[in-house]
């Protein structure tokens, strides 16, 4: 399903092999970094996680300003970082600026340490 | 099985729901966003994926050395700070040290992210 004003992404769950079963790249290693870094400051993990929990993975930036202890610009700078790191896209309806996730980004992370976990369950051999 | 020399940790992956379930806590985000940050830079998440990749999840830091193309002391530095995240554990062998991954840290962060993506590949309500 394709959506207007989703931003243009590379990214792919198929990518890369999972990280226990072959080193990383060092191109995989940066693509995937820069995401992981997007989501390591505690307040965007939470405007993150606040998106890809509300209503259809969406949210107006007037639902999310007042669960938070910080400014607005300081709410609106997350925000964009999330944004240029594929992870959120965003829209403009009327009045409001509308976020939601970008699922292949959230996949191609997923599968990258989930499948190492799953690996390493259920004990398979490095 | 306990090992040790293994950190203690109290990571667990039940610890949390996953982040497009509910918003996740500040307590949460802080934990999570903290192991993420450890894995955000490109050459850690290369030593981490090296070391989850080896034989039995464990590397002799004389296996690390050759694969990187910055100095022994910065590997060593960055091996460091996967280890106080609670990513990496040690034990010094006679003239080596090696490090292993701590299974439980990549479970927590994986359950997190990883439910996250079958949902949003089920379209499971938010």
Redesign the interface.
Known sequence: MSKPGLPLTDVS?CAYAP??????S?AA??D???K??A????????L???V??????EACVCDISG?FDVSQPTISHHLRVLKEAGLLASERRASWVYYS?V?EA??L???V??T??DD??LGA??
């Open positions: 769950a990280l226990v079963r072959e080193p990383l060092s290693a940066a995937i970094a820069a992981l870094k989501l390591s400051d505690p307040v965007r993990l939470r993150f996680s606040l890809a929990s509300h209503a259809n993975r669960d996730v699922p959230l996949n992370i997923s599968s340490l989930s190492a976990a390493m369950a051999p490095a």
